[in-house]
């Protein structure tokens, strides 16, 4: 009778190993993929939150823009009007004569040629 090299028994066990290793290594993507997915949720939601505060923003700088306090604001201090009725007053400005503060003149270094130099070096001056 031959004996063979593998049993029944391990033959079933080493398949149950494989699929086992297969299983696993589809785990492991599958959990890599979770945390990606995981991290782009939360880098979501992050960005959602930021757009949700400017639309807030928004909603209260339209809400003041479309105001009278904020018509009649502009009005008053940019466009220069006045409500019926009123005299508008316009301050001008009085220019005073400041004295001109007079500049002493700076020296005018007046340097010598060369031949000069040499010339005081050697014989003195």
Do not use: C
């Amino acid at each position: 009778m031959e004996s063979s090299r593998w049993k029944p028994r391990q033959i079933i066990l080493l398949g149950i190993l494989i699929l086992l290793f297969l299983f696993l290594l589809d785990l492991n993507q599958r959990l890599v993929q979770l945390n990606r997915l995981s991290q782009k949720r939360d880098q979501m939601q992050t960005e959602v939150a930021g757009l949700q505060r400017t639309i807030e923003a928004l909603g209260t700088q339209k809400a003041y823009a479309t105001s009278e306090s904020a018509v009649e604001a502009y009005a008053r201090n940019q466009a220069n009007m006045v409500k019926p009725g009123e005299n508008p007053i316009i301050l001008v400005p009085v220019h005073t004569s400041q004295p001109s503060l007079m500049s002493t003149p700076t020296p005018v270094a007046q340097y010598a040629e060369p031949w000069q130099v040499w010339w005081a070096l050697f014989f003195g001056r």
